[in-house]
């Protein structure tokens, strides 16, 4: 069983990328899906979360209008689409597998990926 966040990179301020968490060994399609990132010498935050239908998601307000969250049953695969990037998005990102509903509470998660390193430049 593994979450596999990819997709980070380093992006000027006002660029965009696009992160997949894939899974191994187990189906995504009865998990909800969690995006959580941890800036340099801060706490690990939520980001965004989307459930196993896709039909409900949550985002922080941080990122509410900048990033989206959609997902791929069929490719056992979520993304988290970020638009007009900041500085103060730098962060690893992670994704994590939950039984739950949308939430940002860390706890509900049951699975987590390795994280993937987002860099912006000013």
């Known amino acids: 069983v593994q979450l596999q966040a990819s997709g980070g990179g380093l992006v000027q301020a006002g660029g965009s990328l696009r992160l997949s968490c894939a899974a191994s060994?187990?189906?995504?399609?009865?998990?909800?899906i969690g995006w959580f990132r941890q800036a340099p010498g801060k706490e690990r935050e939520g980001v965004s979360s989307?459930?196993?239908?896709?039909?409900?998601?949550y985002f922080a307000n941080s990122v509410k209008g900048r990033f989206t969250i959609s997902r791929d049953n069929a490719k056992n695969t979520v993304y988290l689409q970020m638009n007009n990037l900041k500085p103060e998005d730098t962060a690893v990102y992670y994704c994590?597998?939950?039984?739950?509903?949308?939430?940002?509470?860390?706890?509900?998660?049951?699975?987590w990926g390795q994280g993937t390193l987002v860099t912006v430049s000013s």
């Open positions: 060994g187990f189906n995504l399609d009865y998990y909800t």
């Open positions: 994590a597998a939950g039984i739950t509903i949308p939430t940002m509470n860390e706890g509900r998660y049951d699975y």
């Open positions: 989307i459930s196993t239908s896709g039909s409900s998601t």
